[in-house]
């Protein structure tokens, strides 16, 4: 079992950056395929971006490619997701999740089993 704890959200400008991060406990990290999700107000959860066990390979929704970036460091048992350019649709309340594999694609594909808390982004324009 990983238990996630997601930190960096506020308010920031449109056009301005921030950085999540997530901090996982339990021996199953380094092995797991991890990613994040946003939910805006009034709309459904939706995939943002995953990244296999190693950090290698790295996946993006359309929306968000080549302005956000999604990178892990398994020593300390963290997925950050770099988010730039910001715009006011991204305002959202974003999640970290595990996946039940350890690629990418799995957590593109939604199989996932352990979410965190998430934490809350606010793009003014």
């Known amino acids: 079992q990983v238990q996630l704890v997601e930190s960096g959200g506020g308010l920031v400008q449109a056009g301005g950056s921030l950085r999540l991060s997530c901090a996982a406990s339990?021996?199953?990290?380094?092995?797991?395929?991890m990613g994040w999700f946003r939910q805006a107000p009034g709309k459904e959860r939706e995939f943002v971006a995953g990244t296999g066990w190693s950090g290698g390979s790295t996946y993006y929704a359309d929306s968000v490619k080549g302005r956000f970036t999604i990178s892990r460091d398994n020593a300390k048992n963290t997925v950050f997701l770099q988010m730039n350019s910001l715009k006011p649709e991204d305002t959202a309340v974003y999640y970290c999740?595990?996946?039940?594999?350890?690629?990418?694609?799995?957590?593109?594909?939604?199989?996932?089993?352990?979410w965190g808390q998430g934490t809350l982004v606010t793009v003014s324009s």
């Open positions: 339990g021996r199953t990290f380094s092995t797991r395929g």
């Open positions: 999740a595990a996946a039940a594999g350890r690629t990418g694609a799995s957590v593109a594909e939604g199989a996932l089993d352990a």
